[in-house]
């Protein structure tokens, strides 16, 4: 069966890290492009950043110089470093895979809940 | 930064035509994609690049792009189909790549 699982999320006060994880079960992090997708609570889809199968990466601006995207091939995993956490971050996490640049996002996990608060 | 506009809300009838638009500019230069969401659950891919469908995916489903508005289509509406749909294009023209969902609709089945 083909999967994304996150995990990784949970509680931190504003100006704390945390690092999700995104592991793939049949299907290959490497090979595609993958996105990190959130929306918090009661809001809308908000992208995140993508890592294409060709190493680089994007982020949002609201995220950008916080945020990193990496990912290990032999772990099939694909992650995002969140540091200088805000109250703003609060949201569901996604990962999503992408076939191609512009492409839609065909598989989707199931979500992560970080939750910043002070 | 690029935008994307849906009406908030969409109530139709059982087996009656839901008409969800996706308003940017010209947005019909762009792939448009667009996602269901129901309550808990994560977001699933009902059309890609304007107007293909996702094996599994209903023909009822279907979409358009034109112009400056982008439009999902959903045939004979069913109970199931009662979600929020969030439309999403990869926009390059501000000089840095991103994906842009739009504000999303909620379809309410009457």
């Known amino acids: 069966e083909v999967q994304l699982v996150e995990s990784g999320g949970g509680s931190a006060q504003p100006g704390e890290s945390l690092r999700l994880s995104c592991a793939g079960s049949?299907?290959?992090?490497?090979?595609?492009?993958m996105n990190w997708v959130r929306q918090a609570p009661g809001k809308g889809l908000e992208w995140v950043s993508v890592?294409?199968?060709?190493?680089?990466?994007y982020f949002a601006d609201s995220v950008k110089g916080r945020f990193t995207i990496n990912r290990h091939n032999s772990k099939n995993t694909l992650y995002l470093q969140m540091n200088s956490l805000r109250t703003e971050d609060t949201a569901v996490y996604y990962c999503?895979?992408?076939?191609?640049?512009?492409?839609?996002?065909?598989?989707w996990g199931q979500g992560t809940t970080v939750a910043v608060s002070s | 930064s690029y935008v994307l506009t849906q009406p908030p809300s969409v109530s139709v009838a059982p087996g009656q035509t839901a008409t969800i638009t996706c308003a940017g500019n010209?947005?019909?230069?762009?792939?448009v994609h667009w996602y269901q969401q129901k309550p808990g659950q994560a977001p699933a891919l009902v059309v890609y690049?304007?107007?293909d469908r996702p094996s599994g995916i209903p023909e009822r489903f279907s979409g358009s792009n034109s112009g400056n508005t982008a439009t999902l289509t959903i045939s004979r509406v069913e109970a199931g189909d009662e979600a929020d749909y969030f439309c999403?294009?990869?926009?390059?023209?501000?000089?840095?790549?991103?994906?842009?969902f739009g504000t999303g609709t909620q379809v309410t089945v009457l």
């Open positions: 010209d947005i019909g230069g762009k792939s």
């Open positions: 890592m294409h199968s060709g190493g680089r990466t």
């Open positions: 999403q294009v990869w926009d390059t023209n501000s000089g840095h790549p991103h994906y842009v």
């Open positions: 690049d304007d107007s």
């Open positions: 049949g299907v290959s992090v490497s090979d595609y492009n």
């Open positions: 999503a895979r992408a076939l191609y640049d512009s492409a839609g996002m065909d598989i």
